[in-house]
């Protein structure tokens, strides 16, 4: 199982925005808001490449959900042979992966937790226990925490203090119980990526 365990605010400084959403990478992004390196402070920001901007959305669509190059390269593909819009298609995937509908339904603080949460056996879809983060859950699917895992502190604090609010497409039955009322548009999510740069760097 591959991902991607280095200096998280350095990927975050070298594509100007806080990817994993933790604390330390607010603090660098405040104190260093230019890209990392020997000449990140010096490097010109205004004469800025086609091919340079395409390669910085697809590393944070990546990033930010968590995937590896050819993880994402397939998704992509499978995106492209679908009916609609391909970015659109590509974001809802991304979107339906179990360990992203656990982070939005607010009992992971980042995404990385979540990921751990559905990785250690503490997630249920449709009653049953699943282990694959990038399972991907379709409509009418009901996913909750399993009992242990819900006397857990870190789960506890998440609920009490993010209060975080899940998007229209999650609809929460209980405290630790989501169902998937209907698969996601674009505009339920709110990830800020250009998605139509990533599916011209693909074309190419």
Known sequence: MS???????????RLGTNIWGTKGETIALDRRPYPPGEHGRSRRRGNVSEYLLQLQEK?????????????????????????????DNM??????????VVYRA??????????????HGHVNVNGRRVTIPSYRVRKGDVIELREKARSFTVVQW????????????????????????????????????REQLIVELYSK
Do not use: C, M
């Open 3 to 13: 991902r991607y365990t280095g200096p998280k605010a350095r990927v975050s400084r």
């Open 59 to 87: 590393q944070k669509a990546r990033h930010t959900y968590g995937l590896t190059e050819r993880q994402f390269r397939n998704i992509f593909t499978e995106a492209s042979r679908r009916q609609g819009v391909t970015g």
């Open 91 to 100: 974001l809802r995937f991304l979107e339906l992966r179990l360990d992203n």
């Open 106 to 119: 607010g009992w992971g603080a980042t995404r990385p937790q979540s990921r751990q949460f559905v990785n």
């Open 158 to 193: 998440n609920s009490d203090v993010l209060d975080r609010t899940p998007p229209a497409w999650l609809d929460q039955s209980g405290e630790f119980q989501t169902t998937v009322r209907e698969l996601p548009l674009r505009e339920q999510i709110d990830v800020p990526v």
